[in-house]
């Protein structure tokens, strides 16, 4: 395939191209390791190589929080380079073949979420319980899914959740969701309990579970869509970044794809660093780079608070007029779709 997209797309899709020209001149910025590396010379970089060329360079114990979005155990193709369904044992010795080198390059107080499906969860799972605390798996909906007659409807995937040590970060707060109340609760005086009153309507804010509702995965009308097969939503990691590091943090992502995890982490004050061996997906997440200096929004994020889906006019009502609030970002609205 071409490393550029020069598709002809239609006036209102907002997919994220990257033209000749543009190609060029962010493939300048890419960086290429050809030895141990220090982590001054890592940090808000995308490096273009195989993780496992890189994987014995990486600065030691210099990483807050590890994103991990590996290939699934699937066949599939990511811009011509494929990767093919195996045994599950296979699949968990590929794994476990750079799994836990990777983990030198944690700091004893660091995080790890790893992306799964139904077919590689359990693999990845006994060999991160070998290495890691495992904490939590979280199951979020992808909402997209291709029909069966014979069997469910597959559109969920499993995040584990783990850490190094028992010491590590967790901002409940900062990840609340804004929720609509429905049937409010008064005290004897009549007062709100435990929801408040807004002129546009009833929300409470609610502890974060392990179930994840409130996710879209990014398509055409929406302003950070790419053409990556299995990109993952903005505000997905908006979620993970936000609870498990703290500004400042290092965030790494060794399967970048087109940049979601380094762009998100960008926007909210972290510091990043992304491993992507497709050229093509390395620049696409440059030029997402740079165009988060121009607008940090994430949608479905607004004033600190993570919304359900289908609650754009609300989300308006709050956001309009308030500008940046502090370093947090406000919604991106999308005026073809009604979603969070």
Known sequence: MSQTDEKVRAPRNRTISVSRHEHLAFLAKLRHLHGPARIEDLENKTINQNLLDVLDWLPMSSVDLLFLDPPYNLTKSFNGNTFRERSLEEYRRWFESWFPPLLRALKRSASVYI?????????????????????????????????????????????????????????????????RVIAPYTTPAGEPKDWEETANGNYRLSCPSNVWTDLTVPFWSMPENTDHPTQKPEKLLAKI?????????????????????????????????????????????????????????I??????????????????????????????????????????
């Not at 469910?152 to 970060?169: H, L, Q, R």
């Not at 497709?278 to 780079?289: H, I, M, N, P, Q």
């Open 115 to 179: 992306c799964a499906d139904w077919r590689s969860s359990a693999a990845i799972y006994l060999v991160a319980e070998e290495h890691l605390v495992v904490r939590n798996r979280v199951t979020w909906e992808r909402e997209k899914g291709r029909g069966a007659k014979a069997n469910w409807k597959n559109c969920s995937e499993d995040i584990w959740f783990c850490t190094v040590s028992d010491e590590y970060t967790f901002n409940v707060e900062a990840v609340k969701m804004k929720r």
């Open 241 to 297: 970044i936000l609870a498990s590091s703290k500004p400042g943090d290092l965030v790494l992502d060794p399967f970048l794809g087109s940049g979601t995890t380094s762009v998100v982490a960008k926007k909210l004050g972290r510091r990043y660093v992304g491993i992507e061996i497709d050229e093509r997906y390395c620049c696409l997440a440059e030029k997402r780079l740079a165009l988060a200096d121009q607008d940090n929004t």
């Open 299 to 340: 949608q479905g994020y607004t004033d600190g608070v993570f919304w359900e889906r289908n609650t754009l006019q609300d989300q308006k009502g709050i956001s309009k007029g308030t500008g940046l609030r502090g370093n947090l970002p406000l919604f991106a609205s999308d005026p073809l779709k009604d979603r969070a």
